[in-house]
């Protein structure tokens, strides 16, 4: 299975990076609808296209905005996309105001009540975060792999969200500061690098992959990949465009 990294940034892109955008193209399957979103369209391979929503925050949803563009020519006729079902009553209130983008996008919004089952086999579980306003992980399970996506959270190893990413052969996790800037990441509901590392020793996970990093740092490197690799070498860190086998 393959993962692509069409946005790996949060709040705002930069040269570097879009915002939060993560596609399995063999089985059509989004995480987040940040501005990376334009780039579904190049690997669209099948009729299906179900993008799951962490929360309604624009920088994870505003490439919902781009379906029209993401959708022509394709296989696809309508996108579905999973969300909490107060999330998604925003997004459609709000993102979707007539003053602001008059005309329905080509989706359903379908509430999230429990697992969603992937074409292929897999399924698909959410579990709560901590950070303003509400936002939850996913984690992906099929007989022979699993992922998990963990964005807009404060780690910490003793986290309930813990339990439910133990084990998995690859974590994305969210890590928008260095250590430096703890006490900002704790305000704004968002990680730094030691805890986040922490996180994926004290879930024995596989690998980890950090993103969601600070676009205000146009580096390849803006949290501290070696504070991370300290506590848990396998890891790397989120860049747009890049393809992870696992």
Same mark, same amino acid.
């Given at each position: 299975?393959?993962?692509?990294?069409?946005?790996?940034?949060?709040?705002?892109?930069?040269? $570097?990076?879009?915002?939060?955008? +993560?596609?399995?193209?063999?089985?059509?399957?989004?995480?987040?609808?940040?501005?990376?979103?334009?780039?579904?369209?190049?690997?669209?391979?099948?009729?299906?296209?179900?993008? +799951?929503?962490?929360?309604?925050?624009?920088?994870?949803?505003?490439?919902?905005?781009?379906?029209?563009?993401?959708?022509?020519?394709?296989?696809?006729?309508?996108?579905?996309?999973?969300?909490?079902?107060?999330?998604?009553?925003?997004?459609?209130?709000?993102?979707?105001?007539? $003053?602001?983008?008059?005309?329905?996008?080509?989706?359903?919004?379908?509430?999230?009540?429990?697992?969603?089952?992937?074409?292929?086999?897999?399924?698909?579980?959410?579990?709560? /975060?901590?950070?303003?306003?509400?936002?939850?992980?996913?984690?992906?399970?099929?007989?022979?792999?699993?992922?998990?996506?963990?964005?807009? %959270?404060?780690?910490?190893?003793?986290?309930?969200?813990?339990?439910?990413?133990?084990?998995?052969? /690859?974590? /994305?996790?969210?890590?928008?500061?260095?250590?430096?800037?703890?006490?900002?990441?704790? %305000?704004?509901?968002?990680?730094?690098? %030691?805890?986040?590392?922490?996180?994926?020793?004290?879930?024995?996970?596989?690998?980890?992959? /950090?993103?969601?990093?600070?676009?205000?740092?146009?580096?390849?490197?803006?949290?501290?990949?070696? %504070?991370?690799?300290?506590?848990?070498?396998?890891?790397?860190?989120?860049?747009?465009?890049?393809?992870?086998?696992?």
């Amino acid at each position: 299975m393959k993962l692509l990294m069409l946005g790996s940034t949060g709040y705002h892109p930069n040269d $570097l990076r879009h915002t939060a955008c +993560f596609m399995l193209p063999e089985i059509g399957v989004v995480l987040d609808a940040g501005t990376g979103m334009y780039r579904v369209r190049e690997h669209l391979v099948g009729p299906d296209l179900n993008i +799951f929503i962490s929360h309604a925050h624009v920088d994870h949803v505003v490439g919902l905005t781009f379906l029209f563009d993401v959708l022509n020519g394709t296989l696809v006729e309508r996108a579905k996309v999973y969300g909490e079902p107060d999330k998604l009553a925003a997004i459609r209130q709000h993102l979707f105001s007539e $003053l602001l983008f008059p005309v329905d996008p080509p989706c359903d919004f379908l509430p999230l009540v429990g697992p969603v089952d992937l074409p292929d086999g897999g399924r698909v579980t959410s579990f709560p /975060l901590e950070h303003p306003g509400g936002s939850i992980g996913f984690r992906l399970d099929w007989p022979n792999r699993s992922l998990a996506y963990v964005t807009d %959270t404060i780690a910490r190893a003793d986290a309930p969200y813990v339990e439910h990413i133990r084990g998995v052969d /690859l974590l /994305l996790h969210e890590c928008y500061f260095a250590d430096d800037l703890a006490a900002v990441a704790t %305000t704004t509901g968002h990680s730094h690098v %030691t805890p986040v590392a922490e996180v994926a020793r004290a879930a024995g996970v596989g690998r980890m992959v /950090l993103v969601h990093v600070n676009p205000m740092i146009n580096a390849l490197d803006p949290v501290g990949l070696q %504070t991370a690799r300290a506590i848990f070498p396998r890891t790397e860190i989120g860049v747009d465009r890049l393809a992870i086998d696992f």
